[in-house]
Nanobody, 126 residues
Framework: QLQLVESGGGLVQAGESLRLSCAAS????????IGWFRQAPGKEREFVAA????????RYADFVKGRFTISRDNAKNTVYLQINSLKPEDTAVYYC???????????????????WGQGTQVTVSS
């Protein structure tokens, strides 16, 4: 069993930065792939970024365009999502998810993850 807790969200102005954290319990954290997803009001949950445990391979959504960086610190059981140059359209609840068996190719698919956090709200004002 793995528990995930997101933090770092908040209300910011366009152009500012945030670093979201996903803290996990569990001794085998380093073997999990971690994905970040977001859901805006009235919209479907969408993939943002993910990092696999094999070689720390990363994948990003096309809309990221270099503004987002995902990283992990296995010693701290934490995955980070650095978001720069925030835009109002980035406003959403951001969720992290984890899975042991997922391939790096499937990390963009939310249905493939077994564990989810409760989410952290990011609101960007113009």
């Amino acid at each position: 069993q793995l528990q995930l807790v997101e933090s770092g969200g908040g209300l910011v102005q366009a152009g500012e930065s945030l670093r979201l954290s996903c803290a996990a319990s569990g001794r085998t954290f380093s073997r999990y792939a971690i994905g970040w997803f977001r859901q805006a009001p009235g919209k479907e949950r969408e993939f943002v970024a993910a990092i696999h445990w094999i070689g720390a391979r990363t994948r990003y959504a096309d809309f990221v365009k270099g503004r987002f960086t995902i990283s992990r610190d296995n010693a701290k059981n934490t995955v980070y999502l650095q978001i720069n140059s925030l835009k109002p359209e980035d406003t959403a609840v951001y969720y992290c998810a984890a899975d042991l068996r997922i391939s790096s190719e499937a990390m963009t698919i939310p249905e493939r993850y077994d564990y989810w956090g409760q989410g952290t709200q990011v609101t960007v004002s113009s």
